[in-house]
């Protein structure tokens, strides 16, 4: 294999999302031939240890491929994590630290007739706004789309007004949104914008048995933290008799 490159990536603007969400707009400075797919990541070398295991972090590149060099990561805080820390704490516009990438192969399925589940949690969203942004970019969609994104509570919300514009944007695309401890659900309001309370699995669940979806052209993109993930891969397998295959995850931690 040949040795990583390694990009640096320029700090431009911070944008506080929510109250434990930032967004983080970048720009890659490189004269190489730097290039990605929509749902892949980056790794950073961050100046938050001595030892690399210490250092590198993964993110989710937020943003479609515009060609200027812009990145986007959304990052959630954990409590005394030390990226945390640095990314809520530390950095400031025109930082710079280096990444190396793209890596990974959870990316859209190119044969559009099919039905697809792009199930995620918090900053899980990440990577499937970029492929959203894809999808807007080249006027294109599958047989149907649904984003099944959850959260705990209506302000924890991100990409709140890109969440209820994609129904608008792409065909057959529909939101949900999963409010896991909010009380008082109030209208969106918005075409295909449906809010839920509870978790995600309950919706996947009930969209595919109450829609008949066709097994044998549906796919399932799961994106978030392992107790999510390995809650819907075991109710896709075991209820829904969803063949491995048709599921494919980004694991954050
Ligand atoms: C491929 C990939 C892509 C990723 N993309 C993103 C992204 O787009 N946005 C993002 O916020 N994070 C993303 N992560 C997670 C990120 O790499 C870090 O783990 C995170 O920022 C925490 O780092 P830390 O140093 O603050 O905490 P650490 O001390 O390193 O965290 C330790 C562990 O805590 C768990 N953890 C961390 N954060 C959370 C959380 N919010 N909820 C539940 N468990 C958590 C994870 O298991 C993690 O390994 C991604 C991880 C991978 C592997």
Same mark, same amino acid.
């Given at each position: ?15 506080? @999302? ?13 004269? !190489? ?12 070398d ?25 990145? @986007? ?5 954990? @409590? ?75 302000k ?6 890109? *969440? ?9 695309f ?13 209208? *969106? ?12 699995? !309950? ?27 390995? @809650? ?9 008799k ?7 995850? !980004?694991l954050?931690?």
């Amino acid at each position: 294999m040949p040795p990583a490159i390694w990009y640096p990536l320029h700090l431009k603007k911070i944008i506080h @999302e929510t109250e434990f969400t930032r967004r983080f707009l970048f720009e890659i400075e490189t004269t !190489e031939h730097f290039e990605y797919q929509a749902g892949q990541f980056l790794t950073c070398d961050l100046p938050i240890g001595d030892k690399r295991a210490q250092r590198w972090r993964s993110y989710s590149i937020a943003n479609w491929f515009s060609g200027k060099g812009e990145i @986007e990561f959304c990052i959630s805080y954990k @409590e005394k994590g030390p990226a945390s820390e640095y990314f809520f704490n530390k950095i400031q516009v025109g930082n710079v630290f280096k990444c190396k990438g793209p890596e990974g192969t959870f990316i859209l399925p190119e044969n559009l007739d099919q039905n697809v589940f792009l199930i995620c949690t918090g900053t899980g969203l990440a990577p499937f706004r970029a492929m959203i942004q894809k999808l807007i970019s080249y006027k294109t969609s599958f047989n149907s789309t649904h984003l099944i994104y959850g959260t705990r509570f209506l302000k924890d919300v991100i990409y709140k007004s890109e *969440l209820i514009a994609w129904p608008q944007q792409v065909q057959n695309f529909n939101t949900h949104i999963c409010l896991s401890r909010e009380n008082n659900l109030t209208e *969106l309001n918005a075409p295909g914008v449906y809010q839920h309370s509870g978790y995600v699995h !309950e919706v996947y669940k009930s969209i595919f048995q109450t829609k008949h979806v066709d097994t044998t052209k549906s796919i399932f993109l799961i994106c978030g933290w392992n107790a999510m993930i390995d @809650e819907a891969v075991l109710h896709l397998l075991s209820d829904l008799k969803i063949p491995r295959e048709k599921i494919r995850f !980004e694991l954050y931690g």
